[in-house]
């Protein structure tokens, strides 16, 4: 199983910050990478898959990149709502994996 | 709108089976293949497996092998999944997903369905 490590673990910054989070893979994937965002006591979102699309009706400070095996997500202005834990997850090879989640908080 | 709901919470005791169901609506249910992802308390997100709502046919993480079924009913629109010889660290909320992208690139996901498995 291609294995999924997120990093930080956990962040916090204040409102109108950019933010970054890295996600690396135990071998290439081939951007066959999606990011997902879960508030709490909620289910997942779609954010970006194919590591740099932006999914229909998501906000556009959300951003993708990367190649190989490290990818990152970006908020290029930190809002409120953005409250949430994000995951990385690679749909290159089954069974599909993700990381181990990004908390996010507000400062 | 695409719409999941799944069953409502369950308790179930150890060495006992759970089956969470999954509706779905607004779209066509056999186009689609749905996953069954899980997350137990304050972890992060397991993939369980997949099935094709069209042919039936699925494939499960060799974790789960020998004790989940995913099964569906077209006539109803509903996907299953059955867990069985539950265990204390099966205690989590199962997600059902629908895989808009194929190969699992494009998840929309259902509320969830929390299984907590206590004595």
């Known amino acids: 199983?291609?294995?999924?490590?997120?990093?930080?673990?956990?962040?916090?910054?204040?409102?109108?910050?950019?933010?970054?989070?890295?996600?690396?893979?135990?071998?290439?994937?081939?951007?066959?990478?999606?990011?997902?965002?879960?508030?709490?006591g909620k289910a997942p979102k779609l954010l970006l898959y194919a590591a740099s699309r932006l999914e229909s009706g998501v906000p556009s400070r959300f951003s993708g990149s990367g190649s190989g095996t490290d990818y990152t997500l970006?908020?290029?202005?930190?809002?409120?709502?953005?409250?949430?834990?994000?995951?990385?997850?690679?749909?290159?090879?089954?069974?599909?994996?993700?990381?181990?989640?990004?908390?996010?908080?507000?400062k | 709108q695409m719409q999941l709901v799944q069953s409502g919470a369950e308790v179930k005791k150890p060495g006992a089976s759970v089956k969470v169901s999954c509706k779905a609506s607004e779209y066509t249910?056999?186009?689609?293949?749905?996953?069954?992802?899980?997350?137990?308390?304050?972890?992060?997100?397991?993939?369980?497996?997949?099935?094709?709502?069209?042919?039936?046919?699925?494939?499960?993480?060799?974790?789960?092998?020998?004790?989940?079924?995913?099964?569906?009913?077209?006539?109803?629109?509903?996907?299953?999944?059955?867990?069985?010889?539950?265990?204390?660290?099966d205690t989590a909320v199962y997600y059902c997903a629908r895989d808009l992208g194929g190969s699992g690139s494009r998840l929309y996901w259902g509320q969830g369905t929390l299984v907590t498995v206590s004595s």
């Open chain 1, 1 to 40: 199983d291609i294995q999924m490590t997120q990093s930080p673990s956990s962040l916090s910054a204040s409102v109108g910050d950019r933010v970054t989070i890295t996600c690396r893979a135990s071998q290439g994937i081939s951007n066959s990478l999606t990011w997902y965002q879960q508030k709490p």
């Open chain 2, 29 to 89: 249910f056999t186009s689609y293949y749905m996953h069954w992802v899980r997350q137990a308390p304050g972890q992060g997100l397991e993939w369980m497996g997949v099935i094709n709502p069209s042919g039936g046919s699925t494939s499960y993480a060799q974790k789960f092998q020998g004790r989940v079924t995913m099964t569906r009913d077209t006539s109803s629109s509903t996907v299953y999944m059955e867990l069985s010889s539950l265990r204390s660290d």
């Open chain 1, 74 to 106: 970006t908020i290029s202005s930190l809002q409120p709502e953005d409250l949430a834990t994000y995951y990385c997850q690679q749909y290159y090879s089954t069974p599909p994996t993700f990381g181990q989640g990004t908390k996010l908080e507000i």
